[in-house]
């Protein structure tokens, strides 16, 4: 069965600051990754996804994440944070079963950003 | 605008009184699902429907019916609410049920059982 695990609950950041968010997953197939990302009070919006046309992705707003198939991990990442990245970040897995997307996800990791 | 639209926004009951919270899509999706957001434990499915009249259990389907009898809306029900259901819900819906479909998510509703 399809996992997802993301290190770190919380993660705090200073403005300028690199961004990292940890994200291992668990697949019994070529997995499709995503990662949402939920801003306060609102409902989640697509960051970026693995397809495997390329093991690095570009996402919105300057984030990007790179498959490892070796470390089964697809870290997120930016290289300077900005205030306006505060939020709550899903790394998530997806698979068919019975015909249907399937998708799990992550615990989140909430982001603060510091001035 | 394409959206996913839920409601009500914010939603306060007692135990055992019926609600019924409501999705609707403007995008012609295929795919409507509901998830629930627990602190500590992301999100997880309670329902799926992969198009009209056909809907399935996700992860956490106990307590809660859905019906999909238009392709546009996908209700969830909570015919007897208990405190465990308290919860912050979500309708998302993708154009096709395949596995790299990116999900549309509504704003979410925040329910509390007392």
């Known amino acids: 069965a399809q996992s997802v695990t993301q290190l770190g609950s919380h993660v705090s950041v200073s403005e300028g600051a690199l961004v990292l968010l940890r994200c291992n997953y668990s697949s019994s197939v070529p997995p499709y990754l995503f990662w949402y990302v939920q801003y306060p009070n609102q409902g989640l919006q697509l960051l970026l996804k693995y397809t495997s046309a390329a093991t690095l992705v570009k996402g919105i707003n300057g984030f990007e994440a790179e498959f490892k198939k070796s470390e089964t991990s697809f870290h997120l990442t930016k290289p300077s944070a900005h205030m306006s990245d505060a939020a709550e970040y899903f790394c998530?897995?997806?698979?068919?079963?019975?015909?249907?997307?399937?998708?799990?996800f992550g615990q989140g990791t909430r982001l603060t950003i510091n001035p | 605008e394409a959206q996913v639209t839920q409601n009500p926004r914010y939603l306060i009951t007692v135990t055992g009184k019926k609600l019924t919270v409501t999705c609707s899509q403007n995008m012609n999706h295929e795919y409507m699902s509901w998830y629930r957001q627990d602190p500590g434990l992301g999100l997880r499915q309670i329902y799926y429907?992969?198009?009209?009249?056909?809907?399935d259990k996700g992860d956490v389907p106990e307590g809660y019916k859905v019906s999909r009898k238009e392709k546009r809306n996908f209700p969830l029900i909570l015919e007897s609410p208990s405190p465990n259901q308290t919860s912050l819900y979500f309708c998302a819906s993708s154009f096709s049920v395949a596995t790299n479909e990116k999900l549309f998510f509504g704003s979410g509703t925040q329910l509390s059982v007392l």
């Open positions: 998530a897995v997806s698979s068919e079963i019975q015909g249907a997307q399937k998708l799990v």
């Open positions: 429907s992969m198009n009209v009249e056909v809907t």
